[in-house]
């Protein structure tokens, strides 16, 4: 499974993210998705709706919640 990261993250968190799951940065295969860690991208609702095994959309660091639970129903 792949987990999207937007960003940078400290080098410690990627490599133990990375133990894991294979990192991509981009939505080319969004059926691949298990997780996906934003800080400011925006997710298109069409790229969710196209991934089945996407378990969870987390917001990386201190900031102001952007998602709603109405944003994240397909």
Known sequence: ME???S???ASSAYARLAR???IVDN???P???AAMIIR???VPRSVIAHAPNLKVIA???VSRDLATQE???V
């Open 27 to 29: 939505f080319d295969h």
């Open 31 to 33: 059926e691949r998705l």
């Open 40 to 42: 400011r991208a925006v």
């Open 7 to 9: 960003e940078h993250i």
């Open 3 to 5: 987990v999207y990261l």
């Open 59 to 61: 917001m990386h660091g």
């Open 71 to 73: 944003s994240g129903r």
């Open 20 to 22: 894991h799951f294979e």
